[in-house]
């Protein structure tokens, strides 16, 4: 059963998993800005999300949306196709915790000057990425990419449904 739900929302699952990862980045290197450092939010947030973009293309591409082809236009379309999303994506993650922490969205947590700005930004910049990435960037890769991923929870899968039936005494 499990490999069945992963089968079947594989893209979102691993979406999510790398978006988390690609957020934490972000976070890590924000944090690492703001405290090391002690730069002001606007330059954390630049930094953080230029590491953390170099790092979402690379896992999106061959993690989650199964772009496995090196040819020089491929690579190339999807590069300025990422870039150009997430420079989108960028500006309202550069802009957007400043102006809601400034019209009143101010709380800190954890010793993180603009927190929950920080927080709610970082959703909606999650959501959006997931869409450009799935409509503009990357449609149609993967197609047929996935097999070996396929194959393994089929296998998976049988294997649940042996133990179901041998524990339900059936053969």
Same mark, same amino acid.
């Given at each position: 059963?499990?490999?069945?739900?992963?089968?079947?929302?594989?893209?979102?699952?691993?979406? @999510?998993?790398? %978006?988390? !990862? +690609? +957020?934490?980045?972000?976070? &890590?290197?924000?944090?690492?800005?703001?405290?090391?450092?002690?730069?002001?939010?606007? @330059?954390?947030?630049?930094? !953080?999300? &230029?590491? *953390?973009?170099?790092?979402?293309?690379?896992?999106?591409?061959?993690?989650?949306?199964?772009?496995?082809?090196?040819?020089?236009? /491929?690579?190339?379309?999807?590069?300025? !196709? $990422? /870039?150009?999303?997430? /420079?989108?994506?960028?500006?309202?993650?550069?802009?957007?915790?400043?102006?809601?922490?400034?019209?009143?969205?101010?709380?800190?947590?954890?010793?993180?000057?603009? $927190? *929950?700005?920080?927080?709610?930004?970082? &959703? !909606?910049?999650?959501?959006?990425?997931? /869409? $450009?990435?799935?409509?503009? &960037?990357?449609?149609?890769? %993967?197609?047929?990419?996935? *097999?070996?991923?396929?194959?393994?929870?089929?296998? @998976?899968?049988?294997?649940?449904?042996?133990?179901?039936?041998?524990?339900? %005494?059936?053969?």
């Amino acid at each position: 059963m499990i490999a069945k739900l992963f089968r079947k929302y594989r893209e979102q699952i691993m979406y @999510l998993i790398f %978006g988390v !990862a +690609t +957020t934490a980045v972000n976070w &890590v290197v924000y944090v690492a800005m703001q405290k090391v450092f002690r730069a002001e939010m606007t @330059l954390c947030n630049a930094v !953080a999300w &230029v590491i *953390a973009v170099a790092f979402a293309y690379v896992t999106n591409k061959l993690f989650v949306f199964d772009s496995k082809s090196w040819k020089a236009s /491929v690579v190339l379309r999807e590069a300025v !196709a $990422f /870039v150009g999303a997430r /420079v989108f994506t960028g500006l309202l993650e550069i802009a957007v915790p400043t102006l809601l922490f400034r019209i009143g969205l101010d709380q800190a947590a954890f010793g993180i000057e603009g $927190f *929950a700005a920080k927080a709610v930004t970082s &959703v !909606a910049v999650i959501v959006l990425n997931y /869409v $450009f990435s799935k409509l503009i &960037v990357f449609r149609g890769a %993967g197609k047929g990419d996935g *097999a070996q991923v396929d194959k393994h929870c089929v296998n @998976l899968e049988e294997k649940e449904e042996g133990k179901a039936n041998h524990t339900s %005494g059936q053969v």
